[in-house]
């Protein structure tokens, strides 16, 4: 199966900060990647969907302004929390769909701390 | 809505005993289902996927999953559980395009 890549796997910033978070398709190229959200003990929120060459399509409640994404590449999507506030703390994973669009490969994972 | 339950937040099994973890769905048209795994430090990794055909589906790892129209369940299950087992484990169904709900997850607790 591809290897998706996230950097940094833990980061910890101050309130009012921006954080970037790059996720990565080592194995092939990918027109679409997937951002979620998940909470201790809790389930993965897909957040939004990124699309190589345009905009990406956010999911009902997820504030674009704030959670900026930038699909720059065939194999790069960066997610930028911007103005990080506590609330903002937690674990953000990627996905790529796989070449069939059948499932999905998951990077490893980003967690946020915001102090 | 389209909802995965897994209504066991936590199990523990005994090494070598069997195991089985409950997922119920509710989803209009024809599920795609998925079990995935969450360990420390790693990516969700697919287990086994259901789409369509035998309603017993055999997965990696020794895993195998049981459709069930009927009760809306694709429970996960394995004879023979090992320590490496420990871990998350979410039930998914597929939506839209390739939208994919998940469950809360169950976490594996294996005792020696």
């Known amino acids: 199966g591809a290897v998706v890549s996230q950097h940094p796997s833990r980061v910890i910033c101050k309130s009012g900060t921006s954080v970037k978070i790059e996720c990565r398709s080592l194995d092939f190229q990918a027109t679409t990647m997937f951002w979620y959200r998940q909470f201790p003990k809790q389930s993965l929120m897909l957040m939004a969907t990124?699309?190589?060459?345009?905009?990406?399509?956010?999911e009902q409640g997820v504030e674009k302004d704030k959670f900026l994404i930038n699909h720059a590449s065939l194999t790069l999507s960066t997610l930028t929390v911007t103005s990080a506030h506590p609330e903002d703390s937690s674990f953000y994973i990627c996905s790529v769909p796989s070449r069939g669009q059948e499932t999905q490969y998951f990077g490893p994972g980003t967690r946020l701390l915001v102090l | 809505a389209q909802s995965v339950t897994q209504p066991d937040i936590h199990i523990t099994v005994s090494e070598g005993a069997s195991l089985e973890l409950r997922c119920n769905y509710s989803?209009?048209?024809?599920?795609?289902l998925f079990w995935y795994v969450q360990s420390p430090g790693q990516g969700l990794q697919l287990l086994l996927k259901y789409f369509s055909g035998d309603t017993l589906v055999q997965g990696i790892k020794g895993f195998e999953a049981e459709f069930k129209r009927s009760q809306s369940s694709f429970n996960l299950r394995k004879p023979s559980v090992h320590w490496s087992d420990a871990a998350e484990y979410f039930c998914a169904v597929r939506t839209g395009f390739q939208k994919l709900v998940f469950g809360t997850g169950t976490r594996l607790l294996v005792s020696p």
């Open positions: 990124s699309n190589e060459g345009s905009k990406a399509t956010y």
């Open positions: 989803y209009g048209a024809t599920p795609y």
